[in-house]
């Protein structure tokens, strides 16, 4: 069995560390321009090169989007773009206009993955596309497991899909709600999610055109087995806590195919993980079937955002560890730690200090440093949320 990379998305810097050191393989980044989150805090050229050079340190990669619809006002100052960034160390572009591959390849040494916003589905185009000189295609979303495999058998080509994160209601990029209801162009990085939103319909109130959230764990092992290269995280916007506990969950459940030790009390215990992350139900969509009504997610938006990160250990002096508190908690609480070696710690909270070594009882105020003894070795960048296992 090959290893498939485990590409996550960063929306920042602190983010793209967070990606790295918690498993990611690769990941993929936006620029302040030509990409599709352009809410995102997007990366400027001296982050592009940070993050590089951070990411090639661990052995990692980083892929920079430039995947938004060009129009002929947008084209002006992309061909001076891409010499800065790839000064900067970007090990390939995502693009999903095909005037920028020829430029690309024809003056530098990185690769080019074609972006799912062209929605390839089928062999023929993945071996036209082979023919152009493209290095990696990324399938839409809504290709079923069987025609991925197909594709792959007879191009021979690197393929990269979705493994886990949000989905468009429409087929990936052929969605203009955002650009009628506000205005803002979706192919363009503007995208407000409208299809999230609740609507009044014949006055039925509340129908929202939503679908769940992607989630691949339970077919990791034979989207391994059929030879698909990349497996892809959704979600540039995601919180470095969010990133931590899904890229750890995927790795575990890569590693464990791998070496042929994964077994159902495995998959299961990084599934339960995988739902207390999520806030929406989630679905495997196009894989096994054609997507239908059990796809949908009526209930809109969900807002509620997850308390369950309490901190980051941020240094260490001997068993004594400095934390970025988050959310509350206090002594005597049960709770786990996540490392970057991908192991779960579970503690019983016993040993409060506030940054000046006096002792407390609650950590409860946002960002405030804390101290916390621990007799386990824990690297830097361990996290501490609430329990998610028995
Ligand atoms: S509004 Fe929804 S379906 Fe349309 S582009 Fe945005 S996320 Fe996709």
């Known amino acids: 069995m090959k290893r498939p990379e485990l590409l996550s998305p960063a929306g920042d810097l602190d983010r793209l560390k967070i990606a790295c050191i918690y498993g990611a393989d690769a990941v993929y980044i936006g620029g302040r321009d030509y990409s599709l989150r352009a809410n995102a805090n ?16 661990l052995g990692k990669k980083v892929y920079l989007t430039l995947n938004i619809v060009f129009h002929n006002e947008d084209i002006n100052g992309v061909y001076d773009y891409i010499k800065e960034a790839v000064l900067a160390g970007i090990d390939a572009f995502i693009v999903s206009d095909l005037f920028l591959v020829n430029y690309i390849k024809d003056n530098f040494k990185v690769e080019v993955h074609l972006s799912t916003q062209d929605s390839i589905t089928n062999v023929e185009s993945v071996k036209y596309l082979k023919n152009m000189g493209i290095d990696r295609v990324v399938l839409a979303r809504e290709v079923r497991g069987c025609d991925i495999k197909k594709i792959i058998e007879e191009t021979k080509m690197p393929i990269e899909v979705f493994i886990h994160g949000a989905m468009c209601t429409f087929v990936s990029g052929r969605c203009v709600l955002s650009n009628y209801f506000t205005g803002r162009d979706s192919n363009r990085g503007g995208c407000a999610q409208i299809c999230r939103f609740l609507f009044d319909i014949n006055d039925e109130k509340d129908f929202s055109m939503a679908v769940k959230d992607l989630n691949m764990s339970k077919y990791i092992k034979d989207m391994i087995d059929i030879g698909i290269a990349s497996f892809k995280i959704e979600g540039r916007m995601r919180s470095p806590f969010y990133l931590a506990v899904v890229l750890s969950s995927y790795k575990r459940i890569i590693e464990a195919v791998l070496n042929n030790t994964l077994t ?67 002594v005597g609480d049960d709770i786990e730690i996540i490392t970057p070696n991908l192991d779960i710690i579970k503690l019983s909270v016993n040993n409060l200090l506030n940054e000046h070594n006096e002792k407390i009882t609650v950590a409860n105020q946002a960002d405030s440093i804390i101290k916390i003894e621990i007799q386990e070795e824990l690297p830097l960048y361990s996290m501490l949320r609430k329990p998610y296992l028995d």
């Open 42 to 57: 997007n990366f400027s050229l001296e982050e592009i090169k940070e993050g590089c050079e951070f990411a090639h340190k």
């Open 264 to 330: 159902d009390d495995i998959l299961n215990k990084e599934i339960t993980i995988l739902s207390k992350v999520s806030n929406r139900e989630n679905s495997t969509h196009f894989y096994m079937k054609d997507a239908d009504i059990s796809d949908q997610y009526y209930l809109g938006r969900n807002e509620n955002s997850n308390q369950d990160y309490l901190g980051i250990v941020i240094k260490k002096e001997n068993n004594l560890y400095t934390i970025r508190q988050r959310n509350y908690f206090k």
